[in-house]
């Protein structure tokens, strides 16, 4: 699958991954347009506001509606900061393109987090590459979004589609893990014991 996308570069070399546009066309129009692409370069626009490396991302507020393709070698500062962002009520929803790195703690600690999990059918290809991604992905999704059904129902054309706040196994113990102090019983939707 090959798909002409919009830049999102952060690093030299390995770290580039560009938003396939034709993949997340379907998710803009779902949600009525992304207020904020906080990890966006320069020739991005996919989102009202665009966010780029010399503004920095994880030192703006976030808001509204947001589309995130971080860069993968910091991809843990970022869910974080997203999550955080989200529980603190700033944004509306996300909607995080990542690798799926189950194997990774950044997985484990930040992926687990979200109420949706689309793990996306075969390898994209991002733009300015000859060859499909290093590793399967994943989108993941916060918020309003995993309600809507339009969203609900392209991500379950594109993959794998697992609602995980629905599953939630020990959300106490797994939030004080990454986020001691924080009570999973005040976190909307958590069914902590």
């Known amino acids: 699958m090959t798909f002409e996308a919009v830049g999102h570069v952060y690093e030299e070399g390995d770290d580039k991954h560009d938003?396939?546009?034709?993949?997340?066309?379907?998710?803009?129009?779902?949600?009525?347009?992304?207020?904020?692409d906080?990890?966006?370069s320069q020739s991005s626009d996919l989102a009202e506001r665009n966010v780029t490396k010399d503004e920095d991302g994880l030192s703006t507020p976030w808001h509204g509606d947001v589309w995130l393709n971080p860069p993968y070698s910091g991809v843990s500062d970022w869910l974080e900061y997203?999550?955080?962002?989200?529980y603190r009520g700033a944004?509306?929803?996300i909607i995080a393109l990542v690798f799926a790195r189950t194997s990774t703690q950044w997985f484990h600690n930040h992926a687990t987090t979200a109420d949706l999990a689309c793990f996306v059918?075969?390898?994209?290809?991002f733009a300015g590459s000859d060859h499909s991604a290093p590793a399967p992905s994943v989108v993941l999704v916060w918020g309003d979004a995993a309600g809507n059904p339009d969203v609900v129902e392209y991500l379950d054309s594109q993959g794998f589609l697992?609602?995980?706040?629905?599953?939630?196994?020990?959300?106490?113990?797994?939030?004080?893990?990454f986020a001691p102090g924080v009570n999973a019983r005040e976190i909307p939707g958590s069914s902590a014991d």
């Not at 059918?121 to 290809?125: I, M």
């Open 19 to 36: 938003t396939p546009v034709e993949f997340v066309a379907p998710l803009i129009e779902a949600v009525g347009g992304f207020d904020l």
């Open 38 to 40: 906080p990890s966006a």
């Open 82 to 86: 997203g999550r955080d962002e989200y």
């Open 91 to 93: 944004v509306d929803s």
């Open 121 to 125: 059918e075969g390898r994209l290809s």
């Open 162 to 177: 697992v609602e995980l706040r629905d599953r939630d196994v020990g959300a106490q113990d797994r939030l004080d893990s």
